[in-house]
């Protein structure tokens, strides 16, 4: 069962190793979401908008990341393999939306004349209270189905 996983392609191996890295990313996520609030309510926001751009770019990598090894996946994949391709379906249908609010959002806020004001915080907590519940969707469900 899920065979195509511990196939390389284009010099790729699917196993642990990426979904640990996947979950370290996650982790380093959190750790710059909690960072940019600090900053925010510091009122240093040089120093949010910094991190900002630091965690625009970790998510664009990481999704691009993500995106691309579950396209390779779904395309490897085989009869036995169904369920991970309905997962990774599932998953991929579901965070669209996300994805394309918070890269509207981070596209905003890390032009260097953005102003972080109080919808912009309002703004981070939802986004944030998004992206924890679909981390935690993630890992549970399609990274435990991948982690072999």
Known sequence: MFSFLFRQNKGITYNSKKVKKWQTEHQKLGEYAT???AAYEARQMKKAHKLLSKLKDLALEH???EDETFFKLM???KEEDEQVVTHI???RNSFRDVKIVLFDFLVKYTSPNAKLDRVFKDTL???LQALVARIEFEEKNLYALINK
């Open 35 to 37: 960072a940019i609030i």
């Open 63 to 65: 999704l691009m990341d």
């Open 75 to 77: 395309r490897n994949a």
């Open 89 to 91: 379906k599932e998953f």
């Open 125 to 127: 907590d939802q986004i």
